[in-house]
């Protein structure tokens, strides 16, 4: 006697199939994994109760001041979103080093960088524009997107923005890392 076949005789099983049971988290009721534990979920805010904020700025090395009118509840765009906009200048304690390979400080406390953005309350991201009011020959700005986390040593609660950089004009494509810091007195 003699079998003929046509295809695979092996039945077939796939990971995703409608048929199985979604996998449990291995996390409590209400909390999700993140990170490096399991967190309830929880909302993100910028310090400040809707007034602004002086965080201090560190972009490629270079320190700086952020300056951040925060958000209140008037400035929702959307669901969990709402807009942010200030001013970002130079500090004037750059480091001596740093003086070979600066050309020009397109963010100055007389000439300030204007920022316009987002911040979304829910997952902590910032995403904002940065123009400089300087007169310069090419148009310049930038896009910044980063995340807020905030922690608590001795009496302070420190909040921090960190993330990515990006320039658009005039040099495409050149990606820069940064962050921000401000601290409060315990609650």
Sequence with gaps: MMLISAGNLLPRGYAQSSSSPPPKSPCPSGSNPVGLACSKLRGYNLPGNGFPVEWSINIDGII???????????????DNVVKVQ????????????????????????????????????????????STPTTETFVHSFQNYTG?????????????????????????????????????????
Excluded at 64 to 78: D, E, F, R, T
Excluded at 148 to 171: A, H, Q, R
Excluded at 181 to 187: F, L
Aim: charged share 15%; glycine share 10%; proline share 6%.
């Design 64 to 78: 700086g001041v952020l300056n951040i009118s925060s958000p209140h509840a008037s400035s929702q765009l959307k």
């Design 147 to 187: 995340y807020l986390y905030m922690y608590i040593d001795e009496i302070w609660v420190n909040y921090v923005l960190t993330g990515i950089g990006k320039s658009f004009s005039p040099n495409p494509g050149t990606e820069f890392g940064w962050y921000a810091t401000v601290r409060y007195g315990h609650p």
């Design 86 to 129: 200030g001013t970002m200048w130079n500090g004037s304690n750059w480091e001596p080093y740093l003086r070979n390979r600066v050309t020009l400080l397109l963010c100055t406390i007389s000439h300030p960088c204007i920022i316009d953005g987002t911040f979304d309350t829910k997952t902590g991201k910032i995403s904002f524009k």
